[in-house]
């Protein structure tokens, strides 16, 4: 039997009990939010004109990327909505990635829609949206139960 001294087993718990933390909170994710089997991408136009218009207005919501997210997606009502925000650095993030899962919806089709958003920095330091994309899921005999960009019966 290999004897390892107590100082190597505290680093491998930790790794241990992180690893699990980690998997664990992956498999919740994907358990709230189902697997997305096909989305749309959507018209950003008319948002990007409500950005340019709010900007030249002094609005600080386009100053940050979740807020502008929050406004694209709309008001929220249902049961539960998740947001994943993915920046491509810590420190003065140029891409951002946001995810925005809801469930629950008072609709007798629909349950929920999922949206991928993505946003970039310009040279200015303003944020554009990129991509937008959009998937729903269906209630239990009313279609998919994955997200799907075709229609709930």
């Not at 386009?62 to 997210?69: R, S, T």
């Not at 008072?106 to 929920?112: A, C, F, M």
């Amino acid at each position: 039997m290999i004897e390892l001294p107590l100082r190597w087993l505290r680093p491998l718990v930790r790794a241990a009990v992180f690893g699990f933390i980690v998997w664990a909170g992956a498999a919740s994710v994907v358990a709230e939010t189902g697997p997305v089997e096909s989305f749309e991408e959507l018209d950003m136009a008319p948002f990007e004109r409500s950005i340019r218009q709010a900007a030249a207005d002094g609005a600080p919501w386009v100053e940050d990327p979740l807020q502008m997210a929050l406004a694209f997606v709309g008001p929220f009502e249902g049961r539960s909505q998740s947001i994943t925000r993915r920046n491509d650095s810590s420190e003065a993030p140029g891409h951002v990635e946001i995810i925005v899962v809801e469930d629950g919806y008072l609709d007798d089709s629909v349950r929920g829609a999922w949206y991928r958003l993505l946003f970039v920095r310009d040279s200015r330091g303003a944020w554009t949206i990129e991509a937008a994309y959009r998937a729903w899921r269906c209630w239990p005999r009313r279609g998919h139960d994955s997200f799907s960009k075709e229609p709930c019966l």
